[in-house]
């Protein structure tokens, strides 16, 4: 099976890490990783503004990136969610590109989507001891419907106990440009999250949206917190079993 990796900006910029685990974990499964260059951001950002010829410009070299690929995978359900969701709305009117957003929406998933559901692997071979939470984002739960594949990967890690996230549906105060334009809600919202992390006694906060694991951990780093942060992919890739 052949697989291409979709980055998305915040990884690509702030978390190579994150899509280095993401390749390692996929070819520990016999999976071959390609990465397109040609790829750049979803358009997101611009299409959640109203700037939606800006947002397609962004779509169309994403597109024309990925023709190629028989599966696209990603660290993230957000940007997912925008292929998945928005690509077919945004061009409705042009024919020729729908057909070639809905073939990209269609071979599109998130990472812990497409190890449960595509490859059947629920047990990716870990180890990690130590106490953590999980976030569960907005994007990915609610957009995806990705909720339980992350648990199960993680229930499945050597030496790791995952503690229940109370009110853990609710949104972390990142929503992209939310955090933004809204910065004084965000920051009450990423408090109230943090403060219920804390009570779960977990040294780790583990999350498979870099979004909300940026703006949770540079909160906790603020407040001078000693929470590690970690993407699942980094989590699953951090030790190998014997």
Excluded at 27 to 55: L, M
Aim: charged content about 25%.
């Amino acid at each position: 099976m052949k697989v291409s990796l979709f980055i998305t900006c915040l990884s690509d910029i702030f978390f190579p890490e994150v899509g280095k685990s993401v390749v390692e974990i996929l070819e520990r499964h016999g999976v071959e990783v390609d990465f397109p260059e040609g790829q750049t951001c979803c358009g997101q950002p611009a299409y959640n503004s109203g700037y939606v010829k800006d947002a397609k410009k962004a779509a169309k070299q994403l597109i024309q990136a990925f023709s190629h690929s028989d599966y696209v995978v990603a660290p993230s359900g957000s940007c997912v969610s925008m292929v998945r969701h928005y690509y077919k709305e945004m061009f409705k009117d042009e024919e020729e590109w729908v057909a070639k957003a809905d073939r990209l929406s269609q071979i599109t998933y998130e990472f812990t989507e497409f190890l449960v559901n595509v490859l059947g692997i629920t047990d990716a071979g870990a180890e990690l001891h130590g106490v953590a939470t999980y976030h569960q984002s907005c994007h990915m739960s609610r957009g995806l419907g990705v909720r339980n594949e992350p648990m199960q990967l993680l229930s499945e890690v050597k030496g790791l106990e995952v503690k229940e996230l109370p009110y853990r549906q609710d949104c972390c105060g990142f929503g992209g440009t939310f955090a933004a334009k809204m910065s004084e809600i965000s920051e009450k919202m990423v408090d109230e999250k943090i403060k219920n992390i804390e009570s779960t006694g977990a040294e780790v906060l583990i999350g498979a949206d870099m979004g909300c694991l940026m703006n949770i951990g540079g909160r906790l780093r603020r407040q001078g917190k000693e929470i590690e942060v970690m993407h699942i992919s980094e989590v699953l890739a951090k030790g190998k079993r014997k």
